[in-house]
Antibody
Framework: EVQLVESGGGLVQPGGSLRLSCLAS????????MHWVRQTPGKGLEYVSA????????YYADSVKGGFTISRDNSKNTLFLQMSSLRAEDTAVYYC???????????????WGQGTMVTVSS | QSVLTQPPSASGTPGQRVTISCSGS????????VYWYQQLPGTAPKLLIY???QRPSGVPDRFSGSKSGTSASLAISGLRSEDEADYYC???????????FGGGTKLTVL
């Protein structure tokens, strides 16, 4: 069974940092692009970041560019999202999502993790 | 404000057929595939329709997708109580160079 388990969410002060992890199982992790999508009650679903299967190509939404860094460790079947300079508007549930292909470009969102909540507040 | 436009709510009675619309532009729906996701209460979204009208294995054929020009639709026939959920459309946007979503439609089974 394909599973994605996120961790690392929590409460952080504005300007702070947080690192999200996503442990994948049930499929050949190194073969697929991976994505981060976040969801807020006010703004709905927002595409945040993506990485190709070998980690050589990445994507960032304009809203997080310069503050977030996506990476992956294919030897440990794990996806990461390093979030820095966090702002209140980054408060959301962050989902780790498996892609359909090796490239994130125009990829589809196949399997979603259960999500991890990030709250940015003083 | 979402790039793709969906009605905020829809409803139907068991057994009915309901349709949810998704409106976009030439840079997204007009030139790329449309995807639909179902989010049951308290859970993560789940892929329901891919590439406009394809169903992943395990998705009942009661669910169908279509696309015409810059609009797309999700149809659910033989409505069941377990279909009560939020439904989101999504597509790649060539101008924004990223995936854009609709604001979601809350389906109520009366």
């Amino acid at each position: 069974e394909v599973q994605l388990v996120e961790s690392g969410g929590g409460l952080v002060q504005p300007g702070g940092s947080l690192r999200l992890s996503c442990l994948a199982s049930g499929f050949t992790f190194s073969t697929y692009a991976m994505h981060w999508v976040r969801q807020t009650p006010g703004k709905g679903l927002e595409y945040v970041s993506a990485i190709s299967s070998n980690g050589g190509s990445t994507y960032y939404a304009d809203s997080v560019k310069g503050g977030f860094t996506i990476s992956r460790d294919n030897s440990k079947n794990t996806l990461f999202l390093q979030m820095s300079s966090l702002r209140a508007e980054d408060t959301a549930v962050y989902y780790c999502v498996k892609g359909y292909s090796s490239s994130w470009y125009k990829d589809a969102f196949d399997i979603w993790g259960q999500g991890t909540m990030v709250t940015v507040s003083s | 404000q979402s790039v793709l436009t969906q009605p905020p709510s829809a409803s139907g009675t068991p057994g009915q057929r309901v349709t949810i619309s998704c409106s976009g532009s030439n840079s997204n729906i007009g030139s790329n595939y449309v995807y639909w996701y179902q989010q049951l209460p308290g859970t993560a979204p789940k892929l329901l329709i891919y590439r406009n009208n394809q169903r992943p294995s395990g998705v009942p054929d009661r669910f169908s997708g279509s696309k015409s020009g810059t609009s797309a639709s999700l149809a659910i026939s033989g409505l069941r109580s377990e279909d009560e959920a939020d439904y989101y459309c999504a597509a790649w946007d060539d101008s924004l160079s990223g995936v854009v979503f609709g604001g979601g439609t809350k389906l109520t089974v009366l």
